[in-house]
């Protein structure tokens, strides 16, 4: 079965990065996209961005530009996010979740989470 | 952006009760509308596509309709396991775009 299987918990200093992974299975992740989130513990859900694993293109939301990186690794079928200049703003949950494939087509909707990774931003 | 507008914020409904929650895009999103429940610590759960299709699994005493820009999603026969919050999400254009969320009490 599907399963994206995030990392830990992080806690980081403002100014730092942080680097989070979403290792994956049980589906072809080579021709697969990856979206990933930002949730303000309370609040609403926002869609970062979302990468292509068999190329590696990415799509970005305007307002993250500059604040998150995605990246691939096929071989470990992982994706992976970089947040960096972080403040406390950036303190949030931030899921990965792939984007639906009914084997023909792609669809912007999300039946896959992975579960989460806390991230605290502090000094 | 599309702004997704949900209501209520909250409401408190009793077991076996019918409750409906609504959306309303800013622009015409052609029932490209998703729902998700969200149980506190956990990810969201995917239950509606397509503006009324019920996604695997999902008991079908969970429907979506749809009025215009006007989306609704419907839950019969309240259980215990429906307290949640409850998000809708566009996915018509990019950026995706979800709504505020609505927290759903069982009293």
């Known amino acids: 079965q599907v399963k994206l299987q995030q990392s830990g918990a992080e806690l980081v200093k403002p100014g730092a990065s942080v680097k989070l992974s979403c290792k994956t299975s049980?589906?072809?992740?080579?021709?697969?996209?990856m979206s990933w989130f930002k949730q303000i513990p309370g609040q609403s859900i926002e869609w970062i961005g979302m990468?292509?694993?068999?190329?590696?293109?990415?799509g970005y939301n305007q307002k993250f530009k500059g604040k998150a990186t995605l990246t691939v690794d096929t071989s470990s079928s992982t994706a992976y996010m970089d947040l960096s200049s972080l403040t406390t703003e950036d303190s949030a949950v931030y899921f990965c979740a792939r984007r639906d494939y009914d084997g023909t087509y792609y669809w912007d909707w999300f039946a896959y989470w992975g579960q989460g990774t806390l991230v605290t931003v502090s000094s | 952006d599309i702004q997704m507008t949900q209501s209520p914020a909250s409401l408190s409904a009793s077991l076996g009760e019918t409750v409906t929650i609504e959306c309303l895009a800013s622009e015409d999103i052609y029932s490209n509308l998703a729902w998700y429940q969200q149980k506190p610590g956990k990810s969201p759960q995917l239950l509606i596509y397509d503006a009324s299709s019920l996604q695997d699994g999902v008991p079908s005493r969970f429907s979506g309709s749809e009025s215009g820009t006007q989306y609704s999603l419907e839950i019969n026969s309240l259980q215990s396991e429906d307290a949640a919050t409850y998000f809708c999400?566009?996915?018509?254009?990019?950026?995706?775009?979800f709504g505020a969320g609505t927290k759903l009490e069982l009293k």
């Open positions: 999400q566009q996915h018509h254009d990019y950026p995706p775009t």
């Open positions: 049980g589906y072809t992740f080579s021709t697969s996209y």
């Open positions: 990468i292509y694993a068999g190329d590696g293109g990415t």
